[in-house]
């Protein structure tokens, strides 16, 4: 397997950092509830970090486990692009959160539209590295069929791909043009619109007769 880059470390670091520094109050009054305990804070504070944390370390043992045949290089390549884009959407969002909880007075009024905004940006970078993706262990769309079907893999991937970028810019303009509740409503229609034709695309791949290439 490529070896796996240090820059996830050092989005994942950054964001360690920035909850360490706010835990020790250098970025000033945490803004906290009635009966939160320091204990509570302090999950706050590292829930994303930790999470982006394992999502890496789980990713990165799934990813050694080779199904027979399984190309490396930029297959491998495409699982550590992906699995950069959700490390950085995570650190983004948490950034957002900490700026909020620490009362940054500029970033409150868009903080939310900002995490929309991260989504979608996500979502596209996502999108364009679905295709380059090869039967796996790790990350994708993983049913009998595509992890033993070169092909259907390549193709539903391919459909997946299409589809992320699709919904991930629907979900940038939403983010930029849209007010209120359609910030989040029209996503979310993309996201089951999307789901739906994937579903049906998967369906109708997964009907034709054809020989697992390698």
């Known amino acids: 397997m490529a070896a796996r880059p240090v820059r996830h470390l050092v989005v994942i670091a950054y964001g360690l950092v ?3 520094l706010g835990s020790l109050g250098l970025f000033g009054p945490y803004l906290t509830w ?3 305990s320091r204990l509570d804070q302090l999950i706050v504070l590292f829930l994303l970090p930790i999470t982006a944390s394992v999502i890496y370390s789980l990713i990165g043992s799934l990813q050694r486990r080779k199904l027979p045949q399984q190309e490396n290089g930029s297959a491998d390549r495409a699982i550590q692009g992906i ?3 959700v490390v950085l959407f995570l650190m983004g ?3 957002l959160m900490l700026a909020v909880l620490f ?3 500029w970033v409150q009024p868009w903080a939310k539209r900002g995490v929309v905004m991260l989504l979608g ?3 596209v970078g996502i ?3 679905l295709p380059r993706t090869r039967p796996n262990m790790a990350l994708g769309i993983r049913t009998a069929r595509t992890l033993s079907d070169r092909q259907l893999w390549m193709l539903t991937h391919r459909m997946s791909g299409y589809a992320t970028v699709a919904v991930g810019v ?4 939403a983010s930029v043009f849209l007010q209120g509740d359609q910030v989040a409503a029209v996503p979310a229609i993309a996201f089951a619109i999307a789901g739906i034709l994937l579903l049906a695309g998967y369906w109708k791949f997964s009907r034709v007769d054809a020989s697992p290439q390698h």
């Open 18 to 20: 920035l909850s360490t």
């Open 34 to 36: 009635e009966g939160q």
């Open 83 to 85: 699995v950069f884009w």
């Open 93 to 95: 969002v948490h950034t």
């Open 103 to 105: 009362s940054v007075e």
């Open 121 to 123: 940006v996500t979502l």
């Open 127 to 129: 999108g364009n590295l």
């Open 170 to 173: 629907v979900t940038l303009f």
